[in-house]
């Protein structure tokens, strides 16, 4: 019986490339964000078939305000009816929705809107989608010091353990592979703490146009790789 191929139990997903797609076909910009957002659902699905536990999209940056305004509206559109369709789609297929960031500089009735879905998808027991809204690295670790400081925390007992606990991500384990699409090479404040030992998997296919191949290469890639984390094995000592 053939041995099956080890499957991350967490990825990470930069969806670059939206723009450079709907350029290319004489579209707006809006038009290649919008097919990206109808590719988050499938690429979902395709995760969980093959065993993976957690999927995080990095759906909009903290930098991602300082785009045009109209840019800035056409993308809060999106993840309104975003929140809309996947709180029922989720339901169906048992995925479990959540919310890496803050959705504090959201408007009343979308903050509702995000945190509803959420609650919705709350009991499944399947795949865990994560959407990181308004997320930055950096942020996410200035504001796990400033929590440790009102927990009292002391110096001496600042552990890595103490500080993971006070992330987003503090109750799921550390991505174990970040794709990056539209053929940048680089983390852009992504996650920064949790990839600090996933394999890096980097692809020029714009993400309108990931699909079940380009999860099938990296998963691939993945497999092949020799994780170490920092050690050697036995064999390689010798």
Known sequence: MAVPARVPRHIAMIM??????????????????????????????????????????????????????????ALLRLLSSLMDEEAETCVRDNLRLRLVGTVQRLDTALQEKVHEAIEVTRENTGLTLCLAFDYGSRDEIVRAARELILRGI??????????????????????DLL??????????????????????????????DFGEPELESALA??????????ALKNEEIR
């Open 16 to 73: 670059d490339g939206n723009g450079r797609w709907a350029r290319a076909r004489g579209l707006p910009r809006v038009e290649g964000h919008r097919h990206g957002v109808e590719r988050i659902h499938p690429v979902a699905l395709d995760c969980a078939r093959r065993g993976v536990e957690y999927l995080t999209l990095y759906a909009f940056s903290t930098e991602n305000w300082r785009r045009p305004r109209k840019e800035v509206r």
């Open 154 to 175: 002391e110096p001496d007992g600042m552990t890595e353990e103490t500080v993971a606990q006070c992330l987003f991500t503090a109750d799921m384990p550390d991505v």
């Open 179 to 208: 794709v990056r699409c539209g053929g940048e090479i680089r983390l852009s404040n992504f996650l920064m703490w949790q990839v600090a030992y996933a394999e890096l998997y980097f692809t020029e296919v714009l993400w309108p």
């Open 221 to 230: 890639e993945f497999a092949g790789r020799n994780r170490r984390y920092g």
